[in-house]
């Protein structure tokens, strides 16, 4: 079936470094791809998401690149702030039944 | 403002007594959907509704009911809560999948309910 891997966390990284949580996902057909994001003691908001192969999503200096080849869609940022820390899920979406498959999460913590 | 919200935020409770978690969204939508979000498993699907009396299981429906009586609002009831169903969970909301396409529109969450059960 249908499945996403993150890679484990916790990720710690100094403020204005380079962030990269890898994602790949395992799927039939051509599925959504989303990153959402969970700041501390709230719900899930959408990041960013790509429909189709080559899709790049970007949003508040975040981006992904839907690669159908590697089956894969790596979340970027090229300078982290202590504002972005939170949990990252990268999910897929695509299914009639309306449902996303998460993975499990990654922590990213930036210290001053 | 567009939202979707949940009550309680935070329960405590002991097994077997029934209770009920509330979601209600302000947009207009026909999916509704609800998770549980474990450590290290992510969020899972518990029941999901397409419309109005239109309700369906997700990947880990068992100790749960939900109706779908108005297009607002989607119920969670636990009948006989268990310490297993300890857990945080989300309620979700977007607009329908069209039928054969494979889309899925962006998905709006609640804050969450933090339910224990012991």
């Known amino acids: 079936g249908n499945s996403v891997t993150q890679m484990e966390g916790p990720v710690t990284l100094s403020e204005e470094a380079f962030l990269t949580i890898n994602c790949t996902y395992t799927a039939t057909g051509y599925p959504s791809l989303f990153w959402y994001v969970q700041y501390p003691g709230e719900g899930l908001q959408l990041l960013l998401k790509a429909t189709k192969a080559d899709d790049k999503g970007s949003n508040k200096g975040f981006e992904a690149t839907y690669r159908k080849e590697t089956t894969s869609f790596h979340l970027e940022k090229g300078s982290v702030q202590v504002s972005d820390s939170a949990v990252y899920f990268c999910a897929l979406g695509g299914s009639n039944t309306g449902k996303l498959i998460f993975g499990q999460g990654t922590t990213l913590q930036v210290k001053p | 403002e567009a939202q979707v919200t949940q009550n309680p935020r935070y329960l405590i409770t002991v097994t077997g007594k029934k209770l009920t978690v509330t979601c209600s969204q302000n947009?207009?939508?026909?999916?509704m959907s609800w998770y549980r979000q474990d450590p290290g498993l992510g969020l899972r699907q518990i029941y999901y509704?397409?419309?109005?009396?239109?309700?369906d299981k997700g990947d880990v429906p068992e100790g749960y009911k939900v109706s779908r009586k108005e297009k607002r609002n989607f119920p969670l009831i636990l009948e006989s809560p268990s310490p297993n169903q300890t857990s945080l969970y989300f309620c979700?909301?977007?607009?329908?999948?069209?039928?054969?396409?494979?889309?899925?529109?962006?998905?709006?969450f609640g804050p969450g309910t933090r339910l224990t059960v012991t």
């Open positions: 947009m207009n939508h026909e999916y």
């Open positions: 979700a909301s977007s607009f329908s999948t069209p039928l054969g396409t494979g889309a899925t529109y962006e998905q709006y």
């Open positions: 509704s397409m419309n109005v009396e239109v309700t």
